[in-house]
């Protein structure tokens, strides 16, 4: 798989995971006890193992560079800006 395709899934489940959490705060407009009845059905699913696993690792994958000809993976280097 390609670093591209890598990065197009990464990006829909991070899409995913911010517009369930937002729906969820959404339906607290609706009141506390279905805000927590909502929130107690989505936990069972974002607690998941493999689905908090993914969470973690996803904004990563898109940090990671294709391998080199000599097959290093580099890490891509950030600069830090300072605003005045």
């Known amino acids: 798989m390609n670093l591209?395709?890598?990065?197009?899934i990464s990006g829909?489940?991070?899409?995913?995971?911010?517009?369930?959490?937002?729906?969820?705060?959404?339906?607290s407009i609706l009141g506390a006890d279905v805000h927590i009845e909502v929130m107690s059905k989505l936990r069972l699913v974002y607690r998941?193992?493999?689905?908090?696993?993914?969470?973690?690792?996803t904004p990563q994958l898109t940090e990671v560079d294709p391998p080199e000809k000599n097959?290093?993976?580099?890490?891509?280097?950030?600069s830090l800006r300072t605003f005045s």
């Open 4 to 8: 591209k395709k890598v990065h197009y």
């Open 12 to 27: 829909v489940t991070i899409t995913i995971f911010i517009g369930v959490h937002l729906f969820n705060h959404f339906i």
């Open 48 to 57: 998941n193992v493999f689905v908090s696993i993914d969470l973690a690792l």
């Open 71 to 78: 097959g290093v993976i580099k890490i891509k280097k950030r």
